[in-house]
């Protein structure tokens, strides 16, 4: 099971100057994981107040969290609701990577709730917010995974955001008998049928987590609490919680619903939502997603995630070279790198790339988006990531070595290039 990692010690070195990519003024540090800081900071141009998490590349990679990482910004980027905290884009250097968020003044719920328990009306508003947060997640195949007070934020508002998407799972991770098997999530949180470790629905062990968050809520300790953690699972596994006195007759009975051990019978987003207790003052959301349709449509096609959103646009445009946030060509040792837009698709881009290998003597091998140049030797020379920006536009991504591009290639591939003036 993999454990959180924000309550470890704090190892990661911070961010020594005082303005971040001559856009951001890094203020206070917020808190600290084994991989990241978060810090408060200004965007000089705005003024406005963000959050910025400094991740170090060098522990994710050695920890074999990079996966995570990736998720997490594919997750957050496509996520628009105004009870999740908001990623405004992605920065890196060769060190680290910096997310930079939303900034949610009130801290974690979980401080609140360290000082004495909610009302069973202020439990119902924070539980009716976080089903939201929840069912759009579900709506757009994101299952959290990790859901706690720890991970729930509170603005200046009171309202709730939810935060830390680095467990989560989307649903081209579903095996074909349409559940997921990794074990993850925070022990008092986590679903019996995870215990069991078998096979789970993505949507219903985030029902039972949110089960958990409400108890804490209503009567301000863990229904699942024990010094020993193998007789934790086990009352987590029978389902053996005591309801304190005060619970209502409405709340006892959605609690029977929530934390059911048996995932099949365990109630429904849908469900809440229609539930007697839950619905007392409830008013769903109304809102539109940010991107546009043609970007929403290209993000969500299950096998070619090749396609920009408005997130990835405002990253390429930012004036941060980012090449080097994920290197997948691993043992090419890039020394330069290229980036273009063109008005070519990909198959006469691969074509065009193709030809001038053939007269450089060098073997073109095609994998999706990718294609890579290799020498006589198997030596890799050239590696090239093909993105479509829009239905007509690309973006073409080059890491080269010993400037093999700049020498041999570049000079005749000078027709790829876009060139806005010309097509008006």
Request: charged letters at 25%.
């Amino acid at each position: 099971m993999e454990e959180e990692t924000e309550s470890s010690p704090c190892d990661i070195s911070p961010i020594t100057q005082q303005i971040l990519f001559e856009k951001y003024e890094i203020g206070r540090l917020l808190g600290c994981g084994a991989f990241a800081k978060v810090y408060h900071a200004r965007n000089i141009q705005t003024g406005e107040s963000v959050a910025i998490k400094a991740i170090s590349k060098q522990k994710i990679v050695k920890s074999g969290f990079m996966p995570n990482i990736k998720r997490e910004i594919s997750i957050m980027r496509q996520l628009h609701h105004p009870y999740i905290v908001t990623l405004f884009e992605v920065l890196a250097t060769k060190a680290k990577i910096y997310f930079v968020m939303e900034f949610v003044k009130g801290g974690e719920l979980f401080s609140e709730i360290s000082k004495c328990r909610f009302s069973e009306d202020l439990s119902r508003r924070y539980f009716q917010q976080l089903i939201s947060a929840v069912g759009y997640c579900h709506s757009h195949g994101v299952f959290h995974r990790d859901l706690k007070p720890e991970n729930l934020l509170i603005d200046e508002k009171g309202d709730l955001k939810v935060s830390d998407f680095g467990l989560s799972a989307v649903t081209s991770q579903v095996h074909n008998d349409g559940l997921l098997y990794t074990s993850c999530g925070t022990p008092a949180y986590v679903a019996p049928e995870i215990l069991a470790r078998k096979g789970y629905n993505g949507a219903k062990i985030d029902i039972w987590s949110c089960g958990v968050i409400l108890f804490v809520l209503n009567s301000g300790y863990l229904p699942f609490n024990c010094r020993n953690l193998a007789e934790m699972y086990r009352k987590i596994y029978r389902g053996e919680f005591r309801l304190p006195k005060w619970t209502s007759p409405g709340l006892r009975h959605l609690f029977s619903r929530l934390l059911d051990t048996n995932p099949v019978t365990r109630i429904t987003v849908d469900e809440i939502i229609q539930d007697p207790w839950f619905s007392q003052g409830y008013k769903e959301i109304k809102f539109h997603d940010c991107d546009d349709n043609y970007l929403t449509k290209g993000m969500n096609r299950k096998n070619d995630c090749s396609f920009l959103n408005a997130f990835d646009i405002i990253s390429f445009s930012s004036g941060v070279d980012l090449s080097g946030l994920f290197q997948d060509f691993d043992n090419l040792a890039a020394t330069e790198s290229d980036r273009f837009v063109t008005a070519e698709t990909r198959v006469n881009i691969t074509k065009k790339v193709g030809e001038v290998a053939a007269r450089e003597n060098l073997t073109m091998t095609k994998q999706g988006r990718k294609l890579s140049l290799e020498g006589p030797n198997g030596k890799l020379f050239v590696g090239i990531e093909m993105y479509q920006l829009t239905e007509s536009l690309a973006v073409v991504e080059v890491r080269s070595y010993e400037g093999v591009w700049k020498r041999r290639f570049q000079p005749h591939l000078n027709t790829l290039i876009y060139h806005p003036e010309a097509s008006a």
